[in-house]
């Protein structure tokens, strides 16, 4: 069975709007989440490291404040795309290391469209 | 830096035949760990295999199976009596050794098994 999930599978915003997609890991703890964001037919592109009780570690050339990554508990990390617009629209999947770090598990992914 | 290389984008087979998808990857890291993912049309990353730079055995799980080469820096992956069920992009992956649990993702070869 799934091991993180994701809510929601699917959201269509207005352009301008926050959007905000929780990332839960089910059954075992995770201090650390990964975000990533994948265009069709594009690989995953990761965009920031999410980290239980401190700051989000970005990748370079993603805006901090346009994704904002809070790591709320150990099981729960959420992903807030601030003032949407339509370029930002993808497949934004998040994921969790567990059994030591050695095996990571994704979720099933959101889909966001901004009109 | 680290780099995943999966040069074929798209493989079409009938079904019952066997298909190998090739992987290369780059690393600096003596220790390090190779994955291969299953990316359904619908989006959720199925984990398949891990694989750590220390062992080079080759695996089978079923109709899949697994050969690494260190010496060519190489991670294939074999499908055998492949399934229109198989029909899905997969991709490579490397972990260093090093903290934070960071992936390196291919980009992903795309599988169609025909009837």
Redesign the interface.
């Known amino acids: 069975g799934?091991v993180v999930s994701q809510h929601p599978s699917r959201v269509i915003c207005k352009s301008g709007t926050s959007v905000k997609i929780e990332c839960r890991s089910l059954d075992f703890q995770a201090t650390?989440m990964?975000w990533y964001r994948q265009f069709p037919?594009?690989?995953?592109m990761?965009m920031a490291?999410s980290n239980e009780g401190s700051k989000a570690t970005y990748e370079q050339g993603v805006e901090k404040d346009k994704f904002l990554i809070n790591h709320a508990s150990l099981t729960l990390s959420t992903l807030t795309v601030t003032s949407a617009h339509p370029e930002d629209s993808s497949?934004y999947?998040c994921?969790a290391?567990w059994t030591g770090?050695?095996?990571?598990?994704?979720?099933?992914?959101t889909?966001l469209l901004v009109l | 830096a680290q780099k995943v290389t999966q040069a074929q984008t798209e493989i079409s087979v009938v079904e019952k035949e066997d298909v190998t998808l090739d992987c290369v990857y780059e690393t600096r890291d003596t220790t390090y760990?190779l994955?291969w993912?299953k990316q359904p049309p619908?989006?959720?990353?199925v984990?398949l295999i891990?694989r750590?730079s220390f062992d080079e055995q080759n695996e089978i799980s079923g109709r899949y199976s697994w050969n690494f080469q260190k010496s060519t820096s190489s991670f294939n992956f074999t499908i055998t009596a492949s399934q229109v069920v198989d029909s899905a992009v997969y991709?490579c992956a490397l972990?260093g050794g090093g903290g934070?649990?960071?992936?390196t993702?291919?980009?992903?070869t795309?599988l169609k098994v025909e009837l």
């Open positions: 799934a650390t990964f037919k594009k690989s995953l990761l490291t497949f999947i994921s290391p770090g050695k095996t990571q598990y994704f979720g099933p992914g889909r | 760990y994955f993912y619908s989006g959720e990353l984990f891990r750590n991709f972990r934070g649990n960071k992936l993702f291919g980009t992903g795309q």
